[in-house]
């Protein structure tokens, strides 16, 4: 992650913005009722994201007459501090997630009820966002919004332009059939081995890395996997589901195998699939956010001529690619302020006030709001990033992850299955059938032990 710069001095501003190296524990912050609505949220990958949030704030203070703490934390001592805090009875007011919380969260009846934010404009979302946001209540034992869908993101491609002209290739000559694509990167790998070092595809392998099954989720998609049925009934022992993660386990374990994957690969954690693209290790990399063009947005150059982002080719079958796409929401903990909560998020999500915020963060993230899809920012054919992800996801097929039909499958993900399954191939010797029967053993024994709750 880019370090963020200390923030500019803000005058007449009723807001506290506060950094989690300035503060107390984080949790004391809400240990009082003080009517002081607090937020807290992602720091943000550049600066930008900061300054565009805290304007924000200060609109709506200045609307309303009220204050807000905002508070910014590193997106892993977030979730940390959120756990620690809902355990202890603090939660802030208003937290982003990333669908890590909110399924659990909800189930345990730890969320406020967000009807009143969504219904007014439930039109305005795709069903896969919404899925993500109407979750089951066990204390409840009802189904409602328990989030406020932000923005959203999938898995994109992203290859050095440069790498493939030095190999006699072009973006044009990028295959869409799922065989002709994945031999294409192994090509572009072969050209460059007498000159130099590097090689076709940067998969996250590892058990370490969340990008591993955010990644593999998308090739039991494409390999037409069904781990649940439309009745959210657990389809994992099913002999086609058996053989269809064998399958896709086989399909991994060979490319590494055949080194066309860097061997570092199995210990890899989230950020160094990143650094060896940037390296140019690697020719072509996955990643679940557009971070990598934006990282170099103030090199046009590079940004522009060098770097390049495609979407998935067609599955095996010739059918389009399905897109799983994870939507970071805000959710709504305690009653004290819960009507200025409702207040500032409907304030937050107009497509107008979003959208500066979004394009500040270097198009990152596509919007879950419809609203803004057709903006300029996300159809300006001069990028050669943005709207490639806006032609997948809004001209492809999309799905929710499985946790949002069923909260067990977040601790499937949690545990990194598909990454422990990989590891025992690849580094213990474990045969692709012995890893596929311990995955699916375990699936079954998370899938079991929710059930009893």
């Not at 809400?30 to 300054?51: C, D, M, P, R």
């Not at 973006?171 to 460059?192: E, G, N, R, Y």
């Not at 032609?391 to 992850?401: S, Y």
Request: charged share 20%; net charge negative.
């Amino acid at each position: 992650m880019i370090a963020c710069q200390p923030l500019p001095s803000k005058e007449n501003s009723n807001s506290e913005v506060i950094n989690l190296d300035q503060m107390n524990p984080a949790a004391e912050i809400v240990s009082q009722e003080t009517g002081v609505l607090t937020i807290w949220w992602y720091e943000g990958y550049v600066e930008a994201e900061k300054t565009f949030l805290e304007k924000i704030v200060r609109d709506w203070e200045k609307a309303n007459g009220k204050k807000i703490q905002l508070i910014f934390f590193d997106q892993t001592v977030l979730l940390k501090e959120i756990e620690k805090a809902v355990k202890a009875g603090t939660p802030p007011d208003i937290t982003i997630d990333r669908t890590q919380l909110v399924t659990r969260l909800a189930w345990q009846g730890k969320l406020k009820d967000v009807s009143a934010i969504i219904e007014p404009i439930v039109n305005s979302f795709p069903n896969s966002v919404l899925k993500n946001s109407y979750q089951y209540n066990n204390t409840a034992k009802t189904k409602s919004y328990y989030a406020v869908p932000i923005y959203q993101e999938g898995i994109y491609l992203h290859y050095w332009q440069d790498i493939l002209e030095q190999s006699g290739y072009s973006a044009s000559d990028i295959p869409q059939d799922w065989d002709s694509f994945w031999k294409f990167w192994t090509m572009v790998q072969q050209q460059l081995a007498p000159q130099q070092e590097i090689f076709a595809l940067g998969l996250p392998t590892s058990p370490y890395s969340t990008d591993t099954f955010l990644f593999f989720e998308h090739i039991l998609e494409a390999y037409n996997v069904k781990i649940l049925n439309a009745r959210n009934q657990l389809l994992i022992e099913h002999p086609k589901t058996r053989q269809g993660i064998i399958k896709a386990l086989k399909w991994w374990a060979k490319l590494y195998q055949q080194e066309h994957i860097p061997p570092s690969a199995l210990v890899w954690e989230n950020a160094d699939n990143n650094s060896s693209f940037y390296n140019r290790i690697v020719a072509m990399t996955p990643n679940p956010t557009l971070s990598i063009p934006a990282s170099r947005a103030k090199d046009s150059d590079v940004y522009f001529k060098q770097l390049g982002t495609v979407g998935f080719p067609h599955k095996p079958n010739g059918d389009p690619m399905t897109y799983i796409t994870r939507v970071r929401q805000a959710l709504v903990f305690a009653d004290r302020n819960f009507e200025d909560a409702v207040s500032f998020l409907s304030y937050l999500i107009q497509p107008d006030v979003l959208a500066n915020y979004m394009e500040a963060a270097g198009g990152r993230f596509f919007p879950a709001n419809k609203g803004n899809w057709d903006d300029p920012f996300w159809t300006n054919p001069e990028n050669p990033h943005i709207p490639v992800v806006r032609k997948m996801l809004t001209e492809f097929p999309t799905r929710a992850h499985y946790f949002s039909d069923n909260p067990a499958y977040m601790e499937v993900l949690e545990s990194n299955v598909w990454g422990q399954a990989l590891y025992s191939i690849l580094a213990e010797g474990m045969s692709p059938e012995a890893a596929a029967d311990q995955a699916i053993s375990d699936i079954t024994r998370i899938f079991k032990q929710w059930s009893k709750e």
